[in-house]
């Protein structure tokens, strides 16, 4: 079933995002895929809060690893459907408060094709 495929994917994404395996996230990702973050508008104003590609996403995480070496996400919740994970976490980082997160993965032929992060 596509749906508890699609669980298992963001699994993985936790696991290598709170591993911050930098190679392990963008595996799960197809080539051209695209990612929004408010924190990236925030952080590269000239992005508009979105990036494409490979590159561009290897950039952003090796980036935040670097900056918040304490950074992970709690998992709260996972719903799934043949096309799409709506996550819900929480930010951890040491010294800021906790952030109420949630993103959606877009998933296509087994590889995130786009994510969209949500939160205040």
Known sequence: MLAERNCSIAYQWFAAFNAHDVEALLALYADDAQHYSPKLKARQPGTKGLIRG?????????????????????VVKLTANDTQVFMEYVRHVADEENLQVAEVLEVSDGRIVASRVYHG
């Open 54 to 74: 490979k590159d561009a996403l290897r950039a952003w995480w090796a980036d935040a690893f670097q900056r918040l070496p304490s950074l992970n996400y709690e």
